[in-house]
């Protein structure tokens, strides 16, 4: 995706002993980038949430093992890195999925070529990244064409949660690559964005996505796509996932299943788009998922930038009071209409998920 002009992934190499990433706690008012050169500094912005997006913090997670790689090759040092990395992040699957496959990778490879397998395991873990999210954006933009070619000449108005764009994967990303496809084929669309209390990834990050791009929004108040949708004003919704179960269910960012349920209640068709590296095959539903409890400031306090320019953090709630702060809710599968993966679209059921990923 472009910024400023320039075609940027949301990750990439710096020689082969380091690599770079935005820093998203700075966008949208800032644009920096940052150079991480050990698996500490990968750990620690996947933890402060410098970067985030289930399929990007698995590549971050495999350039931070490949890094560790460099320094000792010891299958010792594979293991604690690989746990260290793990740990970082509980709800979305794709991280260990990463991690996995770089163990997996390594393991059984001499100690003096794991450096260098390392670094082209990441490399392709992130290409393959970005061949999902352009697959996974083609099999989305049929299903906008046939929502557009019943409403000939008119907006096709599309609702998303969160913040499933590019800066959530490596590239295009999985719920906005329907969307830019979308909008490069000349298809009228507009988006209402959520803008996703406590973080605002919506209100941040894909505002600031979408408008780099050139694609009419809406930034909307959380509880406000109920409304939207009783007025006949979503066409359909989209959102990223986090991990999907082998049942269909799906965790997603905080307030997601409040906006399954409206569009039920709607008749709003409730897409979710994901790569493959996002289905936990061993957990049964959703009922297993780790969902991850987030500090109470991020409730209690919102970070802008005031009339003088300069980013500031204040406290908005009543001295004193605690906050609750899960950053993730499952949707049952039953309130999917289907899945758009790297492989084509399918129910929100097993049987779906099998037909597409039996191999
Ligand atoms: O806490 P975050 O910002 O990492 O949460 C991200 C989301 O919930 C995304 O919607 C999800 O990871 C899908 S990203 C393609």
């Given at each position: 995706?472009?910024?400023?002009?320039?075609?940027?992934?949301?990750?990439?190499?710096?020689?082969?002993?380091?690599?770079?990433?935005?820093?998203?706690?700075?966008?949208?008012?800032?644009?920096?980038?940052?150079?991480?050169?050990?698996?500490?500094?990968?750990?620690?912005?996947?933890?402060?949430?410098?970067?985030?997006?289930?399929?990007?913090?698995?590549?971050?997670?495999?350039?931070?093992?490949?890094?560790?790689?460099?320094?000792?090759?010891?299958?010792?040092?594979?293991?604690?890195?690989?746990?260290?990395?793990?740990?970082?992040?509980?709800?979305?699957?794709?991280?260990?999925?990463?991690?996995?496959?770089?163990?997996?990778?390594?393991?059984?490879?001499?100690?003096?070529?794991?450096?260098?397998?390392?670094?082209?395991?990441?490399?392709?873990?992130?290409?393959?990244?970005?061949?999902?999210s352009?697959?996974i954006g083609?099999?989305?933009?049929?299903?906008?064409?046939?929502?557009?070619?019943?409403?000939?000449?008119?907006?096709?108005?599309?609702?998303?949660?969160?913040?499933?764009?590019?800066?959530?994967?490596?590239?295009y990303g999985t719920?906005l690559a329907p969307?830019y496809?979308?909008?490069?084929?000349?298809?009228?669309?507009?988006?209402?964005?959520?803008?996703?209390?406590?973080?605002?990834?919506?209100?941040?990050?894909?505002?600031?996505?979408?408008?780099?791009?050139?694609?009419?929004?809406?930034?909307?108040?959380?509880?406000?796509?109920?409304?939207?949708?009783?007025?006949?004003?979503?066409?359909?919704?989209?959102?990223?996932?986090?991990?999907?179960?082998?049942?269909?269910?799906?965790?997603?960012?905080?307030?997601?299943?409040?906006?399954?349920?409206?569009?039920?209640?709607?008749?709003?068709?409730?897409?979710?788009?994901?790569?493959?590296?996002?289905?936990?095959?061993?957990?049964?539903?959703?009922?297993?998922?780790?969902?991850?409890?987030?500090?109470?400031?991020?409730?209690?306090?919102?970070?802008?930038?005031?009339?003088?320019?300069?980013?500031?953090?204040?406290?908005?709630?009543?001295?004193?009071?605690?906050?609750?702060?899960?950053?993730?809710?499952?949707?049952?599968?039953?309130?999917?209409?289907?899945?758009?993966?790297?492989?084509?679209?399918?129910?929100?059921?097993?049987?779906?998920?099998?037909?597409?990923?039996?191999?």
């Amino acid at each position: 995706m472009k910024i400023g002009g320039k075609h940027t992934r949301s990750i990439w190499t710096a020689g082969e002993d380091a690599f770079g990433i935005l820093d998203q706690t700075r966008l949208p008012h800032e644009v920096v980038t940052l150079t991480l050169r050990d698996p500490e500094a990968a750990a620690n912005a996947i933890v402060t949430m410098q970067t985030r997006g289930a399929p990007l913090i698995g590549a971050v997670g495999a350039y931070g093992l490949a890094l560790a790689m460099r320094e000792d090759p010891s299958d010792e040092n594979l293991n604690k890195v690989h746990d260290m990395l793990a740990e970082t992040r509980p709800t979305a699957i794709n991280l260990r999925w990463a991690l996995e496959r770089m163990k997996n990778a390594l393991l059984n490879q001499k100690r003096e070529e794991r450096a260098a397998l390392a670094w082209a395991e990441a490399a392709a873990i992130a290409d393959e990244d970005v061949a999902m999210s352009q697959a996974i954006g083609r099999n989305g933009l049929a299903i906008i064409r046939d929502i557009a070619a019943k409403k000939p000449g008119r907006t096709v108005n599309i609702l998303t949660h969160c913040n499933a764009g590019w800066l959530a994967t490596v590239d295009y990303g999985t719920a906005l690559a329907p969307i830019y496809l979308a909008h490069d084929a000349g298809i009228p669309l507009h988006v209402w964005v959520d803008e996703t209390r406590p973080r605002n990834q919506g209100a941040s990050l894909t505002a600031f996505e979408l408008g780099s791009h050139g694609v009419a929004h809406t930034i909307l108040a959380d509880n406000a796509g109920g409304h939207y949708m009783q007025a006949g004003q979503v066409d359909m919704v989209i959102v990223g996932t986090d991990r999907v179960t082998a049942n269909g269910d799906v965790a997603n960012k905080i307030g997601t299943y409040l906006k399954a349920l409206a569009a039920r209640d709607n008749g709003v068709p409730f897409y979710v788009a994901l790569p493959s590296s996002t289905i936990d095959w061993a957990i049964a539903d959703g009922r297993d998922i780790p969902i991850e409890e987030r500090s109470p400031d991020e409730i209690l306090k919102m970070t802008g930038r005031d009339a003088r320019g300069q980013v500031v953090t204040v406290e908005i709630a009543a001295p004193g009071s605690p906050a609750a702060n899960p950053g993730f809710d499952v949707t049952p599968a039953r309130l999917v209409t289907g899945f758009i993966t790297e492989r084509g679209t399918c129910a929100a059921t097993p049987e779906g998920l099998r037909s597409l990923f039996s191999t």
